[in-house]
T-cell receptor, first 114, second 111 residues
Framework: DSGVTQTPKHLITATGQRVTLRCSPR?????VYWYQQSLDQGLQFLIQ???????AKGNILERFSAQQFPDLHSELNLSSLELGDSALYFC?????????????FGPGTRLTVL | DAKTTQPPSMDCAEGRAANLPCNHS???????VYWYRQIHSQGPQYIIH???NNETNEMASLIITEDRKSSTLILPHATLRDTAVYYC????????????FGPGTRLSVLP
């Protein structure tokens, strides 16, 4: 158990819909990261927040957005869903930003778009 | 971030040491070598990381060559539960640097 929690574990929805994925980082961790893992793309970094502010962006679509709240939990919003958005979405956290700091991953949310 | 090259798959007998190689010939001086693993569809699990020196923790040892162009992750006594995909990642110190996961090595520990 990494200490990072994600809800829900599974989510099934239809094309065109909007969903919100939630992540609670490890106690004391200020940095939150979102990753997407699909069968054909592997694990891809989406976005990073540090203490409430966006720190880095990866391959995140414009239909996707995220935020980190004052209590440090984070939400990833996915809108106008397409079949290709079906994937595992992982959240990770670390005490701070920087390359010498490991990230701890949550168990993921499996999103299925029908 | 420097790219890494890993064999797509490896087998190891239970109880034996598993040695997983990784090439990162374009690594630069401020880039760390990280190892993660992913068991089935669970979240990636941190194993170990290092910059120049060899590192050891309760899970594994990391051996980095002197020129830093390659490294080896060693699981000293592999068990069936070590069957997973192992990712070698090189991560720089630039602002906003994050993990870039490649296809990794699928390690199968055989009874």
């Amino acid at each position: 158990d990494s200490g990072v929690t994600q809800t829900p574990k599974h989510l099934i929805t239809a094309t065109g819909q909007r969903v919100t994925l939630r992540c609670s980082p490890r106690s004391g961790d200020l940095s939150v990261y979102w990753y997407q893992q699909s069968l054909d793309q592997g694990l891809q970094f989406l976005i990073q927040y540090y203490n409430g502010e966006e720190r880095a962006k990866g391959n995140i679509l414009e239909r996707f957005s995220a935020q980190q709240f004052p209590d440090l939990h984070s939400e990833l919003n996915l809108s106008s869903l397409e079949l290709g958005d079906s994937a595992l979405y992982f959240c990770a956290s670390s005490p701070r930003a920087g390359s010498a700091v490991e990230q701890f991953f949550g168990p993921g949310t499996r999103l299925t778009v029908l | 971030d420097a790219k890494t090259t890993q064999p797509p798959s490896m087998d190891c007998a239970e109880g034996r040491a598993a040695n997983l190689p990784c090439n990162h010939s374009t690594i630069s001086g401020n880039e760390y070598v990280y190892w993660y693993r992913q068991i089935h569809s669970q979240g990636p699990q941190y194993i170990i990381h290092g910059l120049k020196n060899n590192e050891t923790n309760e899970m594994a040892s990391l051996i980095i060559t002197e020129d830093r162009k390659s490294s080896t992750l060693i699981l000293p006594h592999a068990t069936l539960r070590d069957t997973a995909v192992y990712y070698c990642i090189v991560r720089g110190d630039n602002y906003g640097q994050n993990f870039v996961f490649g296809p990794g090595t699928r390690l199968s520990v055989l009874p």
